[in-house]
Every structure is written in C-alpha cells, then in structure tokens.
C-alpha cells in the first residue's frame, strides 16, 4: 500500500481553512479514483519539544504509487488538486510526501 501525507501549516484564519477542507476539498477528494482510504488529523498537532507549527494532517492511501500518479492524473484528482491550491497556495507552506510503505 502507498501513502500520501499532506501537511497544513497553521493559517492565518483556521475556521475558514477548515470550513473549506472539510465541506468542499474532502468531498472532492473522496471521489478520486483509487483512494483505498482518507485519515484526517483531529486536535492539536503535537511535538514532543516545543510547539507545533501544523495544523492539520491528511493521508490518503492508495494501492501503489503507480496507483496514486494515476488517479491524480484524473478529473477528479486534477479537481482536488486545483482546490487544494485554493485554500492552501503552493506557498502557503503545504507539505507532500508520497510513499510506499511495509510493516516491521
């Protein structure tokens, strides 16, 4: 299974941030192709030294990487990405990691 972990720093106003994420991008990105699963952090982004600078924490998981570049290269993951630049710009801050993973 692969993953994709999107990190939202804290933005300047964190109820507009969230009314948009959870009423219009989630839907959105819940329609993606292939998306096996959606987690969303809930509470406070905690760090084990000092404060955190994040807000929230998406993981979508997908069957294999291959699976994530195809379903991104849908309408619907072209739609979710699109959105995602609307609420959180490219230099807002937001963080992307892609990844296969195995349990040890």
Known sequence: MARMVVIYPTPKDVEAFDR???EIHVP????IPGLRKYEVSHGPIA???G???IHRIGTLYFD???AIEKAFAS???QAAGADR???APDHSGVQMFLFDHKEV
């Open 20 to 22: 948009h994420y959870f």
């Open 28 to 31: 959105l990105a819940k329609k």
């Open 47 to 49: 760090m084990p030294v």
């Open 51 to 53: 404060t955190s600078s």
């Open 64 to 66: 294999d990487l291959a």
């Open 75 to 77: 309408p619907q993951g």
């Open 85 to 87: 630049r609307i609420y």
